[in-house]
């Protein structure tokens, strides 16, 4: 069985004060969640505020982006060591938006991902088409070389411990979620392409989350799928209610 994540993806939403608030509802609505893993990915100017607030609860805490550098003269960058310091257990990489405006490539992602994981951060590596490939056919195509490029040289160990979100850029922020079927139809695959590269077990075990336009409303048939294990979810988890429902989906 594989434990489901539900991650929020602030993105770069809520001052330290929004941020506190934010928690402090949250946290005992939440508290007695065990079966699945809640995890905070919040801008970097709140880390500190939001570790301190989480330490020894069921809640984790993540960061949106990272260096691929230890330390050095980067100006403006932030280093895994400092998120880990900071009290991160994840951090998100690859999201579309960072491929879009900040030119990441796959292999920047890539050597992101080896890093993170070198200094025990686990990496939720975000893959998907944008719509244009989709209407042409491209997608399973976009999805291989995604996974296979932004995962090179990646021992199956750590293939194990990585956590993949499918994101149709199409989906993001758009308010046009996949359907369930879609979703299932994508992340099946990715779970093929996975078995190929690091083994039928890796590919058994490692999660793959669910990220676009996800709202209370919709998330419960698209979790119902049996390649889905969890979501990263942008705009419905700046609301306490809306991010509750969501990760309580189904337990009504
Ligand atoms: P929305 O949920 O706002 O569509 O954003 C999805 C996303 O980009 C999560 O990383």
């Known amino acids: 069985m594989r434990r489901p994540i539900i991650a929020a993806n602030w993105k770069m939403y809520k001052t330290i004060d929004e941020t506190k608030q934010f928690i402090q509802n949250f946290l005992p609505k939440v508290s007695n969640i065990y079966d699945r893993e809640i995890v905070l990915c919040v801008p ?4 500190y505020i939001a570790s301190e607030m989480l330490k ?3 809640v984790k805490l993540g960061a949106q982006n990272m260096y691929f550098e230890d330390k050095g003269a980067f100006t403006g960058e932030i280093s895994p060591l400092m998120l880990k310091d900071i009290g991160c257990s994840y951090v998100i990489l690859g999201h579309s938006e960072r491929r879009k405006y900040f030119y ?6 890539n050597k992101k991902v080896l890093v993170a994981l070198k200094y025990g951060l686990t990496p939720i590596v ?3 088409e944008t719509l244009e ?10 999805l291989e070389t995604q996974l296979k490029m932004s995962l090179s040289n990646l021992s ?4 194990e411990k990585i956590v ?7 989906a993001i922020g758009t308010g046009k979620n996949a359907t369930p079927q879609q979703a299932q139809e994508a992340q099946s695959f990715i779970r ?7 083994g039928s077990v890796v590919a058994e075990k490692v999660r793959i989350l669910y990220g676009g336009s996800i709202k209370p409303e919709n998330f419960k048939q698209i979790m119902e799928q049996k390649d889905v294990d969890g979501g990263l979810v942008g705009g419905a988890s700046l609301e306490v209610e809306s991010f509750y429902k969501i990760v309580t989906c189904d337990k009504k």
């Open 44 to 47: 970097f100017t709140s880390l």
């Open 56 to 58: 020894s609860s069921n």
């Open 104 to 109: 990441e490539t796959d292999s920047i992602v």
């Open 126 to 128: 975000c893959i998907g």
């Open 133 to 142: 490939e989709r209407e042409q056919n491209k997608t399973f195509n976009v």
């Open 156 to 159: 199956s160990l750590d293939a």
């Open 164 to 170: 993949i979100a499918y994101e149709p850029v199409w």
């Open 192 to 198: 093929e392409k996975y078995a190929e590269l690091y």
